[in-house]
């Protein structure tokens, strides 16, 4: 399943409208990664530069220039018979135009020439700074070449700004179409976690039980997942990005899958918990009753207009006075709060946003304060407990029980869409579900 095409061109577009006259917007694709030796990781493009072109090659640049006439121009890697035999098609400059719609293409070896005439006497080139994968160095030489030509009347770009802001807002909300995307790959992986609790037995691997998620998505569309999934047991549910999965799953264990496919580069993310052996012990329930009890109330406060942090709190106070009821934490609730003695055992926020990357652009705060939902956005619901195998604090019972439950939530116009209710959660169903399996 995929977006249709015409929406790349409409996302330039819209683009172009909110950017200031006489500007220039640069994004860059991602490159192919090195695993070891001449061996590559899968390919995954950048998600800005997929977001404004759906075009999934390696090395180009995209630049716009809004104006009477908008410009939209690619640099990409050229037509190459021998390179094509070995690696795959290219679209080439002549490609990038015919199918994807830019206004000009060229080929990547013209991109030095090129870009100084682009940026001459621009007030303003956004583009993201200062990352990893920066354009910093590149763009500064050509910054240089322009600097080079000022006496035969070329002018350096006034300011540089961080392209963030404006893309980043822009990916924030969700049109109807990205939704069903999203919903879609939602689903996937929620009968990818079904599965999963069915075909659970003790004395299997973790990574085994990874193989039926990851073969669950592959079967169903999802050829990739949107992040590295986490398969922990026992004790390992603590280690909050567990992703060695190579431990055996044994009689009690409880079993925390954090997985979600992806589908055209739009994740899903989700969450379970559940007993190896069908049945939970009294304290691995009642530690899931807490978390579940805010997962249910949080997704319920979910609307437009609820502030953010305001989510995260109430998360706070259900799971704080669940510890203090269940003797984990003692004193007053409040005062615990205050004072972060939670941290213990909740170290992490109710979600983040989520989009085309797992954890997705778009701040939390605006003008240095909270934000608040709005329709459109997409967002976890992911409250967790985790009790250290080695914390003397509490009674040894409790020890090494870790839980998590997350959903994807969209802000509606009244309310809320859980993307990912098809999975169970109420611990009762839970448990018919692996008895029948
Ligand atoms: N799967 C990453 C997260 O839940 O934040
Ligand atoms: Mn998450
Ligand atoms: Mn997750």
Redesign the pocket.
């Known amino acids: 399943m995929k977006l249709d095409r015409s929406i790349y061109q409409q996302r330039r577009a819209a683009l172009l409208a909110k950017m200031p006259a006489n500007s220039v917007m640069l994004i860059a694709a991602a490159s192919h990664q090195s695993r070891n030796g001449d061996a590559e990781y899968a390919f995954r493009q950048n998600s800005d530069f997929y977001y404004l072109t759906g075009f999934n090659e390696p090395d180009g640049l995209l630049v716009l220039k809004p104006g009477s006439t908008s410009l939209s121009v690619l640099f990409t890697q050229p037509r190459d018979r021998d390179m094509e035999i070995w690696n795959g098609y290219r679209a080439g400059p002549e490609g990038c135009v015919a199918d994807y719609g830019v206004d000009a293409a060229y080929e990547l070896k013209e991109i030095d020439t090129q870009m100084p005439n682009l940026i001459d006497g621009v007030d303003q080139l956004f583009y993201p700074l200062a990352r990893k994968t920066s354009l910093d160095g590149r763009v500064k030489g050509w910054i240089e070449s322009v600097a080079q030509r000022v006496r035969a009347g070329a002018a350096v770009p006034k300011a540089l700004t961080d392209s963030d802001t404006l893309l980043h807002e822009m990916r924030l909300f969700k049109s109807d179409a990205e939704v069903e995307l999203m919903a879609h790959a939602a689903e996937i992986s929620a009968q990818a976690h079904v599965t999963a609790m069915q075909e659970c037995r003790v004395g299997m691997n973790e990574f085994q039980l990874e193989a039926i998620i990851q073969s669950h998505c592959m079967k169903s569309g999802a050829r990739y997942q949107?992040?590295t999934p986490?398969v922990a047991a026992g004790a390992n549910a603590c280690i909050l990005?567990y992703i060695e999965n190579d431990k055996p799953i044994a009689d009690g264990d409880l079993i925390l899958i954090?997985?979600?496919c992806e589908l055209d580069n739009y994740a899903s993310?989700i969450?379970r918990t559940f007993p190896a052996n069908g049945k939970f012990t009294a304290e691995q329930r009642a530690i899931y009753e807490l978390v579940l009890k805010a997962n249910i109330a949080c997704i319920e406060l979910v609307k437009p207009g609820l502030n953010w942090d305001a989510l995260h709190q109430a998360s706070v106070r259900i799971l704080t006075e669940g510890l203090v009821e269940l003797g984990l934490l003692s004193g007053d609730v409040d005062a615990l709060i205050d004072s972060g003695a939670f941290r213990r055992f909740y170290m992490?926020r109710i979600?983040?946003w989520l989009g085309m990357d797992?954890?997705d652009v778009g701040s939390y705060r605006v003008n240095g304060e909270w934000r608040d939902l709005e329709p459109g956005m997409v967002t976890?619901v992911?409250p967790g407990l985790y009790i250290a195998p080695d914390d003397h604090s509490v009674e040894a019972r409790w020890r090494g029980i870790g839980v998590?439950i997350?959903d994807d939530v969209l802000v509606t116009a009244t309310g809320a869409r859980v993307l990912t209710d098809s999975v169970p959660k109420d611990p009762d169903e839970i448990e018919a579900l692996m008895a029948n399996a």
């Open positions: 949107a992040y986490i990005h954090d997985a979600g993310d969450t992490h979600g983040h797992v954890h976890t992911e998590r997350e």
